[in-house]
């Protein structure tokens, strides 16, 4: 299967959200977590494309570059990553995101919502269950103009002191990686089934 990942924003001049306390900005976490996870899957013979791959890309800044990268690949699976950020610094939690209407992008969400949160069992889960399953719906940019099943992850609050100590640990991240590499696979085996 050929899957991308999506890192959220540039770097520059996009940094994304950024917690001032400990100087982390979204799109350093978002890279780090994408090359872990691009890893993993590569180890189980998946082919692999970042949507940036510098700390700093600025071209990335427009996203129908990133949804060119992987409709023009024939990508498989397409995951945005990001991370939230509120004005109330108490707000937490993972969120994973569709475009409206049932497609396959809902099945991958679900499976990567379950894996997150059984890695992460402690952590708040943020959902709606209206159409019957975890994710939250969006006309995203990355999410209705891409032509693989997508599906866009929060992976919890910069905005938030707390997690965004959690988002910048390497051991956290690789944790956090591996539950998305696992969501994919888990989406993928029933794809085969
Ligand atoms: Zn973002």
């Not at 977590?33 to 993993?40: D, E, G, Q």
């Not at 993972?94 to 952590?123: K, M, N």
Request: charged share 25%.
């Amino acid at each position: 299967m050929r899957i991308v990942l999506d890192s959220g924003h540039s770097g520059s001049p996009d940094p994304g959200a950024v917690n001032s306390t400990i100087g982390l900005k979204e799109s350093d976490v978002t890279l780090a977590v994408a090359k872990l996870a691009k890893k993993y899957l590569l180890a189980v013979g998946h082919e692999v494309k970042l949507t940036r791959t510098e700390w700093e890309q600025p071209e990335t800044d427009d996203l129908s570059y990133r949804t060119a990268l992987a409709n023009d690949w024939g990508a498989d699976i397409f995951i945005s990553l990001h991370c939230n950020s509120a004005a109330n610094e108490s707000a937490k939690g993972y969120e994973v995101w569709t475009s409206p209407g049932d497609t396959l992008g809902d099945r991958l969400a679900t499976y990567i919502y379950e894996q997150v949160a059984a890695e992460f069992p402690g952590r708040k889960g943020r959902t709606d269950y209206a159409d019957g399953d975890p994710d939250k719906e969006s006309r995203f940019y990355v999410l209705i103009h891409t032509d693989a099943p997508a599906c866009l992850v929060e992976m919890a609050f910069i905005s938030n002191d707390e997690e965004a100590g959690l988002l910048a640990d390497a051991a956290w991240q690789d944790r956090y990686a591996r539950a998305i590499a696992r969501g994919v696979t888990d989406y993928i085996a029933t794809l085969e089934g």
